[in-house]
């Protein structure tokens, strides 16, 4: 039982957003349930129909082989279900499964001192009735967790009946192949209106022309040396 203790106090611990996982421990848990109910079931047939007695060194010269067997399947099943349990909450409490005792009692004991086939099988059934209300118990405790998260959750808006819904605009965006066919539009210069259409465009003033100079070069004159005679 320790196991199933460990998933609860680790789910304990979970968000709200592995409320699916929560709900998947919960039916492992009533299957573990229904698993115990179906090996009282088995027990209690036996009682109503005890036959004849065995001897004191087993248990399945009272209760009979197809008892035992089918006691022995529901047991491996109750032991697989509670190892996908603590796999799916993750707890460290997988490593101890093989420590702790059967959930379901099974039909391959000794018997004590002076006990019978019928003592065995009253015991055996009122052990597992206890298994059965502690994983009812264990059941509810996750079904509270669930409910506290509903009430802290944020209610979703729904439209009022009668309440007329808002009209999508008509003008669509153009997209895919349509966008990349129209071409981009070239920005347009408002026209100017009232005062400001009459008042005549401003000209740039002309830059005056440059003046060619009238001088003409003065070409180089040569001095000649003139020789008395």
Known sequence: MRSIEDVVVTIERWDQER?????LVLSQLNAISKN?????????RYLDNPGTGGNQWTAVSW???????????L????????HQLCTIAGSEA???????????????RQLEQGETGPDMARSAVERM???????NSVAERVKSIRLAEAKHAKPVSRPRPGAKKPQASKAK??????AKKMPARKPTRKKATG???????KKKAAKPARKKSTRKSAKPVRRQNHRRK
């Open 19 to 23: 409320s699916k996982d929560r709900e």
């Open 36 to 44: 115990c109910e179906e090996a009282i079931e088995v027990w209690q």
């Open 63 to 73: 209760v009979g082989p197809e008892r035992a067997k089918r006691l022995h399947e």
């Open 75 to 82: 047991n491996l099943r109750a032991g697989e279900l509670i």
């Open 94 to 108: 997988v490593r101890f499964l093989a420590y702790e005792d059967s959930m379901i009692e099974m039909a391959y």
């Open 129 to 135: 009735n206890a298994h059965r209300a502690y994983l």
């Open 173 to 178: 965006k153009a997209t895919g192949a349509a």
């Open 195 to 201: 005062a400001a259409a009459k008042m005549p465009a």
